[in-house]
Protein backbone atom coordinates (compact mmCIF):
# COMPACT_ATOMS: atom_id res chain seq x y z
CA UNK A 1 0.00 0.00 0.00
CA UNK A 2 2.73 2.11 0.98
CA UNK A 3 6.33 3.85 -0.80
CA UNK A 4 9.21 4.83 0.86
CA UNK A 5 8.70 8.27 -1.19
CA UNK A 6 4.78 8.84 -0.59
CA UNK A 7 2.97 11.65 0.66
CA UNK A 8 -0.29 10.01 2.27
CA UNK A 9 -2.76 12.78 2.74
CA UNK A 10 -4.97 10.84 5.82
CA UNK A 11 -8.44 11.56 6.12
CA UNK A 12 -8.89 12.78 9.72
CA UNK A 13 -12.71 12.85 10.74
CA UNK A 14 -11.53 12.72 15.00
CA UNK A 15 -13.15 9.58 15.51
CA UNK A 16 -11.61 6.37 17.05
CA UNK A 17 -10.80 5.15 13.55
CA UNK A 18 -9.57 7.98 11.44
CA UNK A 19 -7.10 8.99 14.96
CA UNK A 20 -5.93 5.17 15.51
CA UNK A 21 -5.18 5.11 11.87
CA UNK A 22 -3.00 8.46 12.26
CA UNK A 23 -0.94 6.97 15.04
CA UNK A 24 -0.27 3.80 13.20
CA UNK A 25 0.92 5.83 10.14
CA UNK A 26 2.93 7.91 12.02
CA UNK A 27 4.60 5.36 13.96
CA UNK A 28 5.75 3.95 10.56
CA UNK A 29 6.53 6.79 8.69
CA UNK A 30 8.99 8.49 11.32
CA UNK A 31 11.02 4.93 9.98
CA UNK A 32 11.38 6.50 6.19
CA UNK A 33 12.52 9.73 6.65
CA UNK A 34 11.56 10.50 2.78
CA UNK A 35 7.92 9.70 3.34
CA UNK A 36 5.25 12.34 4.53
CA UNK A 37 2.02 12.50 6.38
CA UNK A 38 -0.60 15.29 6.10
CA UNK A 39 -4.24 15.10 8.31
CA UNK A 40 -6.63 16.27 6.31
CA UNK A 41 -9.80 17.02 7.85
CA UNK A 42 -13.55 17.51 6.35
CA UNK A 43 -15.79 20.32 7.95
CA UNK A 44 -19.32 19.18 6.36
CA UNK A 45 -21.11 22.07 7.80
CA UNK A 46 -22.99 20.16 10.91
CA UNK A 47 -23.58 22.57 13.45
CA UNK A 48 -23.13 20.73 17.43
CA UNK A 49 -21.22 17.62 16.14
CA UNK A 50 -18.15 18.81 13.50
CA UNK A 51 -16.90 21.60 15.64
CA UNK A 52 -15.53 19.26 17.97
CA UNK A 53 -14.17 16.63 15.97
CA UNK A 54 -12.19 19.61 14.07
CA UNK A 55 -10.45 20.77 18.27
CA UNK A 56 -10.07 16.85 18.92
CA UNK A 57 -8.25 16.38 15.26
CA UNK A 58 -6.49 19.80 15.90
CA UNK A 59 -5.17 19.09 19.61
CA UNK A 60 -3.84 14.91 17.67
CA UNK A 61 -1.97 16.50 15.19
CA UNK A 62 -0.43 18.79 17.45
CA UNK A 63 0.63 16.04 19.34
CA UNK A 64 1.58 14.06 17.15
CA UNK A 65 3.24 17.64 15.08
CA UNK A 66 1.52 16.56 11.39
CA UNK A 67 0.21 19.10 9.34
CA UNK A 68 -3.54 19.51 9.60
CA UNK A 69 -5.39 21.26 6.60
CA UNK A 70 -9.40 21.27 7.10
CA UNK A 71 -11.19 21.98 4.16
CA UNK A 72 -14.82 22.71 4.14
CA UNK A 73 -18.12 22.01 2.20
CA UNK A 74 -19.40 25.69 2.12
CA UNK A 75 -15.70 26.90 0.42
CA UNK A 76 -15.34 23.83 -1.99
CA UNK A 77 -19.38 23.54 -3.04
CA UNK A 78 -20.93 26.88 -1.46
CA UNK A 79 -23.42 24.02 0.67
CA UNK A 80 -23.39 22.45 4.11
CA UNK A 81 -24.63 19.75 5.24
CA UNK A 82 -27.04 21.43 7.66
CA UNK A 83 -28.79 22.89 4.72
CA UNK A 84 -28.96 19.48 2.55
CA UNK A 85 -30.63 18.07 5.61
CA UNK A 86 -32.91 21.11 6.17
CA UNK A 87 -34.61 20.14 2.52
CA UNK A 88 -37.00 17.56 1.25
CA UNK A 89 -34.38 15.88 -1.34
CA UNK A 90 -34.91 12.62 -3.29
CA UNK A 91 -31.93 11.05 -0.93
CA UNK A 92 -31.31 10.49 2.64
CA UNK A 93 -28.52 13.23 4.10
CA UNK A 94 -25.87 10.47 4.16
CA UNK A 95 -25.76 9.80 0.10
CA UNK A 96 -24.50 13.50 -0.43
CA UNK A 97 -22.59 13.50 2.71
CA UNK A 98 -20.66 10.35 1.49
CA UNK A 99 -20.25 11.65 -1.89
CA UNK A 100 -19.12 15.03 -1.45
CA UNK A 101 -16.87 13.98 1.24
CA UNK A 102 -14.94 11.27 -1.44
CA UNK A 103 -14.48 14.46 -3.78
CA UNK A 104 -13.68 17.01 -1.44
CA UNK A 105 -10.71 14.42 0.38
CA UNK A 106 -9.61 13.28 -3.53
CA UNK A 107 -9.05 16.87 -4.40
CA UNK A 108 -7.87 18.76 -1.46
CA UNK A 109 -5.22 15.43 -1.46
CA UNK A 110 -4.18 16.19 -5.10
CA UNK A 111 -3.68 19.92 -3.87
CA UNK A 112 -1.73 19.08 -1.31
CA UNK A 113 0.61 16.78 -3.68
CA UNK A 114 -0.45 13.55 -1.81
CA UNK A 115 0.77 10.49 -3.33
CA UNK A 116 -1.72 8.02 -1.71
CA UNK A 117 -5.05 9.11 0.37
CA UNK A 118 -5.71 6.89 3.62
CA UNK A 119 -9.17 6.51 4.91
CA UNK A 120 -9.91 4.71 8.48
CA UNK A 121 -12.87 2.25 6.73
CA UNK A 122 -12.15 -0.88 9.00
CA UNK A 123 -13.27 -4.51 8.24
CA UNK A 124 -17.19 -3.80 9.35
CA UNK A 125 -17.64 -1.00 7.11
CA UNK A 126 -16.25 -3.00 4.56
CA UNK A 127 -18.31 -5.79 4.88
CA UNK A 128 -21.58 -3.84 5.90
CA UNK A 129 -21.13 -1.98 2.48
CA UNK A 130 -20.59 -5.38 1.00
CA UNK A 131 -24.42 -6.38 2.34
CA UNK A 132 -25.80 -2.85 1.78
CA UNK A 133 -24.79 -2.86 -2.13
CA UNK A 134 -26.35 -6.33 -2.16
CA UNK A 135 -29.19 -4.76 -0.51
CA UNK A 136 -29.62 -2.26 -3.33
CA UNK A 137 -29.32 -4.32 -5.88
CA UNK A 138 -25.97 -2.40 -6.47
CA UNK A 139 -24.33 -4.63 -9.10
CA UNK A 140 -21.86 -2.10 -10.84
CA UNK A 141 -20.63 -1.16 -6.69
CA UNK A 142 -20.31 -4.48 -6.20
CA UNK A 143 -18.19 -5.56 -9.29
CA UNK A 144 -16.28 -1.94 -8.98
CA UNK A 145 -15.34 -2.47 -4.91
CA UNK A 146 -11.52 -3.28 -5.56
CA UNK A 147 -11.07 -1.40 -8.72
CA UNK A 148 -9.61 1.78 -7.55
CA UNK A 149 -6.59 2.29 -9.17
CA UNK A 150 -5.88 0.72 -12.77
CA UNK A 151 -7.85 2.34 -15.08
CA UNK A 152 -8.67 5.45 -12.85
CA UNK A 153 -7.77 9.22 -14.45
CA UNK A 154 -4.40 10.86 -13.32
CA UNK A 155 -6.49 13.23 -11.33
CA UNK A 156 -7.38 10.73 -9.30
CA UNK A 157 -5.44 9.71 -6.04
CA UNK A 158 -5.10 6.47 -5.26
CA UNK A 159 -6.64 5.17 -2.15
CA UNK A 160 -5.57 3.23 0.59
CA UNK A 161 -7.46 1.54 3.35
CA UNK A 162 -5.35 0.15 6.13
CA UNK A 163 -7.50 -1.35 8.33
CA UNK A 164 -9.58 -2.78 6.08
CA UNK A 165 -8.96 -6.29 7.84
CA UNK A 166 -8.91 -4.92 11.50
CA UNK A 167 -11.91 -5.19 13.28
CA UNK A 168 -13.63 -2.15 14.40
CA UNK A 169 -13.44 -3.64 18.10
CA UNK A 170 -9.96 -3.84 17.49
CA UNK A 171 -9.47 -0.01 16.17
CA UNK A 172 -11.90 0.67 19.40
CA UNK A 173 -9.30 -1.03 22.08
CA UNK A 174 -5.72 0.42 20.31
CA UNK A 175 -7.63 3.81 20.69
CA UNK A 176 -8.59 3.23 24.23
CA UNK A 177 -5.55 1.86 25.35
CA UNK A 178 -3.31 4.36 23.66
CA UNK A 179 -5.41 7.14 25.95
CA UNK A 180 -5.84 9.57 22.58
CA UNK A 181 -9.08 11.63 22.63
CA UNK A 182 -11.66 11.04 20.13
CA UNK A 183 -15.07 12.18 19.26
CA UNK A 184 -18.14 10.08 20.61
CA UNK A 185 -21.43 12.14 19.72
CA UNK A 186 -22.81 10.64 16.99
CA UNK A 187 -23.68 12.88 13.83
CA UNK A 188 -27.51 14.68 14.11
CA UNK A 189 -28.46 13.83 10.40
CA UNK A 190 -28.22 10.30 11.55
CA UNK A 191 -26.26 7.10 10.09
CA UNK A 192 -27.95 5.25 7.30
CA UNK A 193 -30.90 2.87 9.02
CA UNK A 194 -30.06 -0.17 7.02
CA UNK A 195 -26.46 -0.10 7.48
CA UNK A 196 -27.16 0.21 11.54
CA UNK A 197 -29.76 -2.89 10.80
CA UNK A 198 -26.52 -4.69 8.79
CA UNK A 199 -24.15 -3.87 11.74
CA UNK A 200 -26.29 -5.66 14.68
CA UNK A 201 -26.84 -8.25 12.22
CA UNK A 202 -23.40 -8.53 11.67
CA UNK A 203 -21.95 -8.39 15.25
CA UNK A 204 -24.63 -11.10 16.21
CA UNK A 205 -23.31 -13.28 13.36
CA UNK A 206 -19.52 -12.58 13.86
CA UNK A 207 -20.04 -13.60 17.60
CA UNK A 208 -20.96 -17.10 16.72
CA UNK A 209 -19.01 -18.01 13.51
CA UNK A 210 -15.81 -15.44 14.13
CA UNK A 211 -14.17 -14.80 10.98
CA UNK A 212 -17.61 -14.03 8.74
CA UNK A 213 -17.15 -10.20 8.66
CA UNK A 214 -13.59 -11.00 6.74
CA UNK A 215 -14.80 -13.99 4.39
CA UNK A 216 -18.15 -11.61 3.61
CA UNK A 217 -15.55 -8.40 2.89
CA UNK A 218 -13.04 -11.09 1.14
CA UNK A 219 -15.50 -12.67 -1.01
CA UNK A 220 -16.83 -9.24 -2.48
CA UNK A 221 -13.07 -8.02 -3.01
CA UNK A 222 -12.82 -11.60 -5.40
CA UNK A 223 -15.59 -10.62 -7.04
CA UNK A 224 -14.65 -7.90 -8.32
CA UNK A 225 -11.36 -8.57 -9.43
CA UNK A 226 -12.59 -11.42 -11.48
CA UNK A 227 -14.87 -9.23 -13.06
CA UNK A 228 -12.36 -7.32 -13.67
CA UNK A 229 -10.21 -10.02 -15.38
CA UNK A 230 -13.13 -10.70 -17.55
CA UNK A 231 -13.28 -6.99 -18.73
CA UNK A 232 -9.75 -7.30 -19.64
CA UNK A 233 -9.92 -10.86 -21.31
CA UNK A 234 -13.01 -9.19 -23.35
CA UNK A 235 -10.71 -6.37 -24.90
CA UNK A 236 -10.32 -7.80 -28.45
CA UNK A 237 -7.47 -7.27 -30.52
CA UNK A 238 -6.87 -7.95 -34.26
CA UNK A 239 -5.40 -11.57 -34.26
CA UNK A 240 -1.52 -11.36 -35.89
CA UNK A 241 -2.21 -13.77 -38.28
CA UNK A 242 -5.39 -13.48 -39.52
CA UNK A 243 -6.51 -9.90 -38.13
CA UNK A 244 -9.81 -11.50 -36.76
CA UNK A 245 -10.98 -10.33 -33.27
CA UNK A 246 -9.74 -11.87 -30.75
CA UNK A 247 -8.79 -11.60 -26.92
CA UNK A 248 -5.34 -12.90 -27.50
CA UNK A 249 -2.55 -12.34 -29.46
CA UNK A 250 -3.33 -14.87 -31.90
CA UNK A 251 -7.04 -16.42 -32.32
CA UNK A 252 -8.21 -19.54 -30.96
CA UNK A 253 -8.46 -20.69 -35.15
CA UNK A 254 -5.10 -19.60 -35.92
CA UNK A 255 -4.02 -21.26 -32.80
CA UNK A 256 -5.52 -24.43 -33.48
CA UNK A 257 -4.33 -24.52 -37.01
CA UNK A 258 -0.93 -24.08 -36.64
CA UNK A 259 -1.19 -26.38 -33.36
CA UNK A 260 -2.15 -29.12 -35.73
CA UNK A 261 0.49 -28.81 -38.91
CA UNK A 262 3.44 -28.32 -36.50
CA UNK A 263 1.95 -30.95 -33.53
CA UNK A 264 3.12 -29.12 -30.53
CA UNK A 265 1.20 -28.08 -27.45
CA UNK A 266 1.52 -24.66 -27.25
CA UNK A 267 2.11 -22.67 -30.70
CA UNK A 268 2.41 -19.24 -29.19
CA UNK A 269 3.55 -17.87 -26.05
CA UNK A 270 0.91 -17.02 -23.36
CA UNK A 271 -2.12 -17.93 -25.35
CA UNK A 272 -3.22 -21.00 -23.80
CA UNK A 273 -5.35 -23.77 -25.98
CA UNK A 274 -8.00 -24.48 -24.08
CA UNK A 275 -9.92 -27.98 -24.48
CA UNK A 276 -13.60 -27.06 -25.53
CA UNK A 277 -14.82 -30.72 -25.77
CA UNK A 278 -14.66 -31.04 -21.87
FE1 LIG B 1 -22.45 12.80 7.00
FE2 LIG B 1 -24.33 11.00 7.54
FE3 LIG B 1 -21.89 10.77 8.62
FE4 LIG B 1 -23.54 12.70 9.41
S1 LIG B 1 -23.86 10.49 9.66
S2 LIG B 1 -21.36 12.91 8.94
S3 LIG B 1 -24.57 13.21 7.51
S4 LIG B 1 -22.41 10.61 6.44
ZN1 LIG C 1 -6.39 -15.47 -36.30
Known amino acids: MLEPHDTVAVALSGGKDSVTLLRVLWKLERRFPPARLI ?35 DELFGVTMDDVASRRNELKPCSYCGVLRRKALNESARRLGATKLATAHNLDDEAQ ?14 LQASQTTTKAPASFIPRIKPL ?7 TALYAYASGVRFQT ?16 MLNRLELK ?13 RLSETAEKIEERRAFRACKICGDPTPN ?25 TDRSR
Open 129 to 142: TALINVMHGDVERI
Open 249 to 273: DVCEACLMLRTLKTGSAIAFEGTPL
Open 39 to 73: ALTVDEGISGYRGEAISISREVCEDLKIEHVVVSF
Open 209 to 221: RPGLKYTIARSFE
Open 185 to 200: TPCPHGHDALRGDIRV
Open 164 to 170: AEVLERE
